[in-house]
């Protein structure tokens, strides 16, 4: 019975899921045998009446499997994006860093998962984009080491991304070992996020030429 409910979660068969539960209410902490939960398996699998259901009965949605991994971490992996925006919003722990010292962010960014990095801007106000993972990296300087330009972007502002997604994030902040996130794009021959960080430097010079002959002309 206790597989038939995970199996229950990852189909997105609601009725059998309430039947299982309403039956023994302790089966939403069961793990399986890589740690994961029914939070974890209907996040994987973009089940989001599954999760809905699951907060009604104040389920842990920051339980972690056998890799560190949260069910919002599943759902970046996974691409389901509905199940990355319903965890936002409830909202989840984004600073949970998995074994691999990844949070949401960083797993987004270093596996060029734009469209949930996108639906993560939205959320900004609960995520700490300068939070450091493995070496003290921030999300900026994986999209660096990737050269992941979209998601370079979408970290740090520029004029080509949609305002409501920006994250802005400092380029000036170092990893444990010395280095921002430009160094990190220059060591790594990264030509592509390299351009959005000299975009970026660009616009911000025009900004503040900008406000100084505002200044004077005042």
């Known amino acids: 019975m206790d597989l038939l409910f995970l199996q229950a979660a990852e ?80 909202p989840v722990d984004t600073s949970i860093l998995n074994e691999k010292k990844q949070a949401p962010v960083h797993l987004a960014t270093e596996l060029n998962k734009v469209k949930s990095l996108r639906i993560m801007g939205k959320y900004r106000n609960i995520i700490d984009i300068q939070q450091g993972g493995e070496h003290g990296r921030t999300a900026l300087h994986l999209a660096a080491i990737y050269d992941h330009e979209e998601c370079a972007r979408i970290l740090h502002k520029t004029t080509k991304v949609d305002y ?48 100084r002959e505002e200044e004077k002309q005042n």
């Open 11 to 90: 189909a997105g068969n609601l009725d059998d899921f309430k039947r299982l539960y309403q039956a023994d209410n302790t089966r939403l902490s069961l793990q399986d045998g890589k740690g994961r939960t029914a939070a974890h398996q209907a996040a994987a699998r973009n089940q989001v009446d599954i999760l809905r259901y699951i907060h009604d009965q104040n389920g842990d949605f920051n339980i972690r499997d056998n890799a560190g991994n949260t069910p919002i971490h599943v759902a970046v992996e996974c691409d389901s994006y509905e199940a990355v925006d319903y965890l936002l919003s409830i």
């Open 164 to 211: 409501i997604t920006e994250f802005d994030a400092c380029p000036r902040k170092p990893c444990n070992n010395g280095y921002y996130p430009i160094h990190e794009a220059a060591k790594n021959a990264s030509s592509k996020t390299m351009e959005v960080f000299f975009q970026a430097s660009t616009a911000k010079a025009k900004q503040i030429n900008f406000y």
